[in-house]
């Protein structure tokens, strides 16, 4: 071959290799740097962790606390068991009865502290997972318990059970006589449609059996559309449990496609602006609250180190400059409001944010108390097929798409949606809300007790100041002052909008009650020898919780 052939051969190879190099390099530089932006990284460091459960002694000085602090705590968590057993008695029956068929039940029972404690717990703090009733922000349980509900459904109770009750009786109703006949619709449907068009802004929806399937549809449409193959997510960020968008550890296939990138980050930006092969980007508004970080859950506090607190300023700001960037470079920017939608403003994240994207899903609440997911559009992006080729089509159906009574429980919401008592909720809220965390707060440092909040208005997580491995400890606490957990805990406490002033008070009470009896059973004890500076005494335990890890993994744990 000609030598100068050959060189400038060389060259072009040399030139290509860079550049993707570069390419490469900017991506990486892109990532969070924890093991939220290293999804494959994550996923092989999980698969190394060993299970290891700690004995009788060792469960109650993990922390190498004194025998009488050991002994006050062993006394506090027996009490408790006692407690629980005695008031939650049918509770706790017909959840065990029930958990050996209820795949579900077994998942969230073995994820609710971390896995080294969970033997015991399971089995002297049984947590009951059966409610008969409600009354307004209070579940009744089958031993007659009141509990004051702060679950908030997993996001579906914003305007208060009391509501979703009405609105799926009024949407029973109102359907009732076509029934459950499917793939035509009822004519609530089309005034749905005009409803959600308008409170969107945007030109189509199409409906769907649940927000994972939206996320779905809109991800699916995006590719369709721009022609490219890839979607970016952040780091942290959840949008359903299907492959493509909940990468690494809980995901037992690749996600090839899927660029995790991070949050709030310049150098996000500059992967979106000069990749070519990107279709969208899913935005979760509530990353708000801890941008790169997982939501957090007791299962994974082994220390006082969660992290969460929103810069509302800082994230509308984020959030611009990143659907300028999506704008400028053909990508699909979609809002995720399934689980957030309705709650941050009656127009959801662009009327809060003042950001319009290309698409919006919705769920949760929008069902009126019935699953539901909801993609909203615009008509370019949501047509299914291309005009000058019929055969190509971008498919999505399902059997229970529309379902009637779905379709009456969300047009019983969406009116009233825009009723003057409704509005009323909104006025407001931010600085309603505020001033409840800020109230909070203050009666958590009266008291003298480690504890604080953040939150994105009716969504908190429980902070710790204390470098505890036993922080996990409060949830039960809380439950046995009548406060109604989810299964992460402390992680998040979803309030509804009918919680007035008076009952805010009481949950405040119970939340000093709580903490000064778990102060008292000596689970905040910490060493005289421990560091002064939080963070490097969560470091600490860690590191120790580590070494513990390694140890059972090699053969030689206790």
Not at 531 to 554: F, Q, T, V, W, Y
């Amino acid at each position: 071959m000609n030598p100068i052939l050959t060189g400038l051969l060389a060259v072009s190879a040399g030139a290509v290799a860079l550049k993707k190099g570069h390419r490469r390099l900017t991506l990486s530089r892109a990532k969070h740097p924890g093991l939220g932006g290293h999804v494959r990284l994550a996923k092989r460091i999980a698969g190394q962790i060993p299970f290891y459960s700690y004995g009788e002694d060792r469960f109650f000085r993990v922390d190498d606390a004194p025998d009488a602090v050991a002994a006050q705590r062993r006394a506090g968590f027996e009490r408790l068991g006692g407690l629980f057993a005695e008031r939650f008695a049918q509770t706790l029956a017909l959840t065990r009865e029930t958990r050996t068929g209820l795949s579900d039940l077994q998942f969230t029972g073995a994820y609710r502290v971390p896995f080294q404690f969970r033997e015991k717990v399971r089995t002297t703090l049984a947590t009951g997972a059966f409610y008969q009733r409600s009354e307004g922000p209070i579940l009744v349980d089958l031993d007659g318990n009141r509990l004051i509900d702060l679950t908030g459904s997993y996001g579906v109770n914003l305007f208060g059970n009391e509501f979703y009750k009405q609105t799926m009786a009024e949407g029973a109703a109102t359907v009732a006589e076509l029934g459950g006949v499917l793939g035509s619709f009822h004519p609530v449907v089309a005034d749905n449609v005009r409803r959600l068009t308008a409170l969107s802004g945007m030109d189509e929806v199409s409906f769907h059996m649940s927000g994972t399937e939206a996320v779905m549809q809109a991800v699916r449409l995006a590719r369709y559309h721009t022609r490219r193959p890839r979607l970016v997510r952040f780091a942290g960020a959840y949008h359903g449990w299907w492959g493509d968008v909940q990468p690494g550890i809980g995901n037992p296939v690749s996600a090839d496609r899927t660029l995790t990138l991070a949050d709030m980050s310049e150098k996000t930006l500059k992967v979106l602006a000069t990749r070519k092969d990107i279709a969208c980007v899913l935005v979760n508004p509530l990353q708000a609250m801890h941008p790169n970080g997982s939501a957090p859950s007791d299962g994974q506090l082994i220390d006082g180190g969660r992290k969460a607190g929103a810069d509302m300023p800082a994230y509308r700001a984020w959030l611009h400059r990143l659907a300028e960037t999506c704008r400028a470079n053909g990508i699909v920017l979609i809002f995720d409001e399934v689980f957030m939608g309705f709650r941050l403003a009656k127009g959801g994240m662009p009327e809060y944010f003042g950001v319009k994207p290309d698409l919006i899903t919705y769920g949760k609440t929008l069902g009126g108390g019935l699953p539901v997911g909801v993609l909203c559009g615009p008509a370019h992006l949501m047509k299914r097929w291309r005009e000058d080729r019929p055969v190509d089509i971008c498919f999505a159906r399902g059997t229970f798409n529309s379902h009637p009574m779905v379709m009456g429980a969300m047009n019983a919401f969406l009116q009233r949606l825009d009723t003057p008592e409704i509005a009323a909720l909104y006025d407001g809220l931010d600085e309603r809300w505020n001033a409840r965390a800020a109230m909070f707060n203050a009666a958590m440092a009266a008291a003298g007790l480690p504890l604080s909040v953040a939150h994105v208005q009716t969504i908190w997580t429980i902070l710790y100041s204390v470098a505890s491995p036993y922080n996990w400890m409060l949830q039960y606490y809380l439950r046995a002052e009548g406060l109604a957990l989810s299964w992460v805990g402390t992680g998040r406490l979803i309030f509804s909008l009918d919680i007035d002033d008076t009952l805010f008070a009481e949950i405040c009470d119970r939340f000093v009650a709580a903490g000064q009896q778990m102060r008292d059973d000596g689970w905040w004890w910490t060493s005289p020898d421990a560091p002064g500076d939080l963070k490097m005494a969560n470091k600490l335990i860690r590191r120790r919780i580590l070494k513990e890890s390694l140890a059972h993994r090699l053969g030689r744990g206790a």
